[in-house]
């Protein structure tokens, strides 16, 4: 795939189609799947309470079940996200996006953010499950994301993600070039939080993304599909 101008199909498949927020209903949950079916995307992103029945509705197909932990505020003890993650993924999520110790990050204790990643990390590979890590960039040092990018990789985390998309800031271009640069290549690297068009999609994959999390995903293909003027991504 080429970054700057990715087809519908290829943009579709790197894309989380997303609905995480409080008053996500059943039917939304139902019609999200409906929409990653028919545009095969990534992976459905929704709250752990919908991992059965998104599990059900995604049942033999190539669309992932993707759910969070620690979410959105990450404040938790590592032994309530270990617990979070393991009923996840035995409900069926195939993906768990979980939120740092923001605080901890901050702090520099790296020890500590590696042994939680680590421990999330070895109860969701059990189960053959990918663990993708949020940053929540908009709260973070420079220093603490190089700090949580270097403990995801060691952790045994799958990707780095940037942001829950409920502490405002969202999805940088630098802060990707900062990701890319610092596990690119190695781990998979998740720009979320306020891509909404065809255009901030190109820029965080050009800038090294390699997943896209949106819950504007039928737009950004929609304007893949109409042909989007890409000139300068």
């Given at each position: 795939?080429?970054?700057?101008?990715?087809?519908?199909?290829?943009?579709?498949?790197?894309?989380?189609?997303?609905?995480?927020?409080?008053?996500?209903?059943?039917?939304?949950?139902?019609?999200?799947?409906?929409?990653?079916?028919?545009?095969?995307?990534?992976?459905?992103?929704?709250?752990?309470?919908?991992?059965?029945?998104?599990?059900?509705?995604?049942?033999?197909?190539?669309?992932?079940?993707?759910?969070?932990?620690?979410?959105?505020?990450?404040?938790?003890?590592?032994?309530?996200?270990?617990?979070?993650?393991?009923?996840?993924?035995?409900?069926?999520?195939e993906e768990i996006d979980m939120v740092v110790d923001i605080a901890d990050a901050n702090a520099g204790k790296e020890a500590e953010v590696l042994g939680q990643i680590a421990a999330?990390?070895?109860?969701?590979?059990?189960?053959?499950?990918?663990?993708?890590?949020?940053?929540?960039?908009?709260?973070?040092?420079?220093?603490?994301?190089?700090?949580?990018?270097?403990?995801?990789?060691?952790?045994?985390?799958?990707?780095?993600?940037?942001?829950?998309?409920?502490?405002?800031?969202?999805?940088?271009?630098?802060?990707?070039?900062?990701?890319?640069?610092?596990?690119?290549?190695?781990?998979?690297?998740?720009?979320?939080?306020?891509?909404?068009?065809?255009?901030?999609?190109?820029?965080?994959?050009?800038?090294?993304?390699?997943?896209?999390?949106?819950?504007?995903?039928?737009?950004?293909v929609g304007a893949a599909q109409n042909g989007s003027d890409t000139n300068g991504y």
């Open positions: 795939m080429s970054p700057a101008s990715p087809s519908p199909v290829q943009l579709a498949a790197v894309i989380d189609h997303t609905a995480l927020t409080p008053d996500t209903d059943e039917q939304t949950v139902r019609r999200i799947a409906a929409e990653a079916l028919e545009h095969q995307f990534a992976a459905v992103c929704i709250n752990p309470k919908w991992v059965p029945l998104t599990a059900s509705l995604l049942a033999g197909s190539k669309v992932a079940v993707c759910t969070v932990v620690g979410f959105p505020l990450g404040a938790t003890t590592t032994a309530s996200k270990v617990t979070e993650a393991a009923e996840a993924v035995d409900h069926g999520a999330v990390a070895s109860v969701v590979h059990r189960s053959g499950a990918r663990l993708k890590v949020i940053l929540e960039t908009a709260l973070l040092s420079e220093s603490a994301k190089e700090l949580v990018c270097r403990a995801a990789e060691e952790g045994g985390a799958d990707f780095v993600k940037t942001s829950t998309g409920f502490a405002g800031g969202g999805a940088q271009v630098e802060d990707i070039a900062l990701m890319h640069r610092m596990v690119g290549g190695r781990l998979g690297i998740k720009a979320s939080g306020g891509i909404r068009t065809y255009q901030d999609a190109v820029r965080m994959l050009t800038a090294g993304a390699t997943r896209i999390g949106a819950s504007a995903s039928l737009d950004i």
